[in-house]
């Protein structure tokens, strides 16, 4: 008989309906689960037990009592670390947070405790948000369950590698521009990519205001939808947040996916991506086309415009977001307090870590008299052809059909010292971000041991597409089915 662990997030409901296992024993089940695994993935920031079982307890009291039980009821998840939990430490893995409690929670907090979502814990990221391996967390190094010398992805790295080793069904992450589905890749799990707008960032520490966006990690494609079930709602608390019509997401996986056109962006197979995982890519293709599908190379010029667009945009959002943080009303303050500007200046000199630093000062040098229109303002023109190039794309096909990432995970320290190579690793997830519309990751093989991610991008607002296309190729192949051995 499985462990409670392995099993998925509907699983575990059916037992939970059955009367079959309480809540309780689901809650204790997985954190027993992430003490004897997360002192070798590094995964939590922080754990909560006491609010699990308590949470999981009045969950067990409503059932007994024959009260409708919600999606979620008694289902453990982890939350990355940027989402504000009213009362529990928020970090974004940052020193200059310190032991932060935020006074509320976050729009997508509210809605997994509404959903009866059981909090597990708080996940370990690069520093808010600004990174592609969490080793540019500000407090230890998150290791890829898969193998713990390689690094998990980033910058929801934390979430990803806690669903990979089974301590969490499921988790959340934030995406800017690809923090959600190139860790998924590395992690051998399933990440999306909602629309932006689609889930409220309300309670979302912001890093690039205009790019972020939350979504659902889980090991399947079907606990993927539950999850975004939930995510997925109108917030007026956040003007970002737009007034559509939800479907729901678990009813739309038929797994019929017969007439669809899928498009092949040839720029995302160039140079730089290993041909072992252009291989997996080539041959997920091939499955969609035994299943129905017909597919084509196409060409999006522009797509290796975006990289360099993005990290001029980002960072000068980054610039603007973090000013806030100066030792004055939360979070740490330096002891150099000779005057108010010596304060700021250390706070921030100590707070701040080094990828942090780099990106505030090439966004305030992007933004500043000037340079503005010369970087800023192109880079925004830019984005418009990266998006429009999107667009007109997606008008012809259903989906797009690209690797999530150039690579498997990388050993730890490999690209620490090289920029470029890191930066390189958000190559085929960017322009998605730029473009503003939803994709998702799935394992679509292996090399060396390590997953390869294949990525589905969608129309925007068309996630029920995107999963129903994602969960068609899932059911054919038994990639997702395959777990670390840790």
Known sequence: MSQLYELSARELRERIDRGEVSCQEVAEAHLRRCEAVDPHVCAFVTLTPEVALAQARRWDEARARGEPMPPLAGIPVALKDNFCTRGIRT??????????????????????????????????LDEFAMGSSTENSGLFITHNPWNLDRVPGGSSGGSAAAVAARMVPLATGSDTGGSIRQPAALCGVVGLKPTYGRVSRYGLVAFASSLDQIGPFARDVADTALLLNTLARHDPRDNTSVPVETPD???????????????????????????????????????????????????????????????????????????????????????????????????????????????IMLGTYALSAGYYEAWYGKALQVRTLVKREMEQALEKYDVLVTPTGPSVAFPIGEKTDDPMAMKLQDVCTIPVSMAGTCAISVPCGFQDGLPIGLQIIGRPFEEATLLRVAHAYEQATEWHKRGPAI
Request: glycine share 8%.
């Open 249 to 359: 997401y678990l009813a739309a996986l038929t797994g019929d996916i017969r007439g669809l056109r899928i498009g092949a962006p040839r720029e995302y197979f160039a140079q730089g991506v290993d041909e072992t995982v252009k291989a997996a890519v080539y041959a997920a293709l091939d499955v969609f086309r035994d299943l129905g599908a017909k597919y084509e190379e196409i060409s999006t010029p522009y797509a290796e415009y975006a990289l360099p667009c993005y990290y001029i945009i980002a960072p000068a959002e980054a610039s603007s977001n973090l000013a806030r943080y100066d030792g004055v009303r939360y979070g740490l303050r330096s002891r150099h307090e000779a005057d108010v500007i010596s304060m700021f200046e250390w706070t921030r000199d100590e707070g701040f870590g080094r990828e942090v630093k780099q990106r």
């Open 91 to 124: 970090t974004c893995s940052s020193k200059i947070l310190g032991d932060w409690r935020p006074p509320y929670d976050a729009t997508a907090t509210e809605l997994i405790h509404a959903a009866g979502g059981v909090l597990v814990g708080k996940t370990n």
